[in-house]
T-cell receptor, first 115, second 114 residues
C-alpha cells in the first residue's frame, strides 16, 4: 500500500511569488490534515479536511494560504504571495474515517524556503 | 485546549544505555497520546499510541511509554539504545473523539554515542 506522498520535496522561491504544495493521501482515507513546522519550533496544525469539506481550518495563519481538496482525493495548499516567515516544512497526514482509527499517517513533507 | 511539553530538545545517551524522553501534556478532555519519530530525510512515523486502554503501551523498535494521569506524563523509554535510534522524537496529544488534530511538542533530538 502506497503511503502519503507530497510534491515537491523541496521548493525555493522568492518573497512575493506563489507556491503550490500537493498531497496525495493513502487511498481510501477521508481525513486529510496539513501541518507546518517552522525551523526550531513545534509542528503546528493548519487544517483538516473530511473528504472535500474543510472540517477545521483554525490553524491557517492568514488569507495568503488557500487549501483545496476537490473530489475528496488529493489536496493542494497554495501560498500567495509568499513571505519570509512562510519558510518551513509542510507535512500532510491522512487517516480513515472510522471510529478507533486515531493514527494519522504522515508524508515526508515539503521543505519550503522563501528568500 | 491542549499542549505538550517535551523536556530537553537534545538528549545524548551511550549505545546500550537506557533511553528516556520526557513528555508532559495538558488537556481539558481525556487525551489520546502519541509518540512519532522522524529519521533523517524521512517523514514522521508512529512509534506508539495511548488510546485509553492499557496504560503501558509498547511500540515498534523496542520502545514503550506509560500513561500516568496523576503526573500528566507520557514518557518514552527503551532499555538499551541502538545506533539506529538516532532521530528526532515528537510527543503529541489529541482529544479522544477520534479524527482530531494533533498538538505536538517541540521535539527531542536523540543522539547515540558509540
Amino acid at each position: 500500500e502506497a503511503g502519503v506522498t507530497q510534491f515537491p520535496s523541496h521548493s525555493v522561491i522568492e518573497k512575493g511569488q506563489t507556491v503550490t504544495l500537493r498531497c496525495d493521501p493513502i487511498s481510501g482515507h477521508d481525513n486529510l490534515y496539513w501541518y507546518r513546522r517552522v525551523m526550531g519550533k513545534e509542528i503546528k496544525f493548519l487544517l483538516h479536511f473530511v473528504k472535500e469539506s474543510k472540517q477545521d481550518e483554525s490553524g491557517m495563519p492568514n488569507n495568503r494560504f488557500l487549501a483545496e481538496r476537490t473530489g475528496g482525493t488529493y489536496s493542494t495548499l497554495k501560498v500567495q504571495p509568499a513571505e519570509l516567515e512562510d519558510s518551513g516544512v509542510y507535512f500532510c497526514a491522512s487517516s480513515p474515517l472510522k471510529t478507533g482509527q486515531e493514527t494519522q499517517y504522515f508524508g515526508p513533507g515539503t521543505r519550503l524556503l522563501v528568500l | 485546549a491542549q499542549s505538550v511539553t517535551q523536556l530537553g530538545s537534545h538528549v545524548s545517551v551511550s549505545e546500550g544505555a537506557l533511553v528516556l524522553l520526557r513528555c508532559n501534556y495538558s488537556s481539558s478532555v481525556p487525551p489520546y497520546l502519541f509518540w512519532y519519530v522522524q529519521y533523517p530525510n524521512q517523514g514522521l512515523q508512529l512509534l506508539l499510541k495511548y488510546t485509553s486502554a492499557a496504560t503501558l503501551v509498547k511500540g515498534i523498535n523496542g520502545f514503550e511509554a506509560e500513561f500516568k494521569k496523576s503526573e500528566t506524563s507520557f514518557h518514552l523509554t527503551k532499555p538499551s539504545a541502538h545506533m539506529s535510534d538516532a532521530a528526532e522524537y515528537f510527543c503529541a496529544v489529541s482529544g479522544n473523539f477520534g479524527n482530531e488534530k494533533l498538538t505536538f511538542g517541540t521535539g527531542t533530538r536523540l543522539t547515540i554515542i558509540p
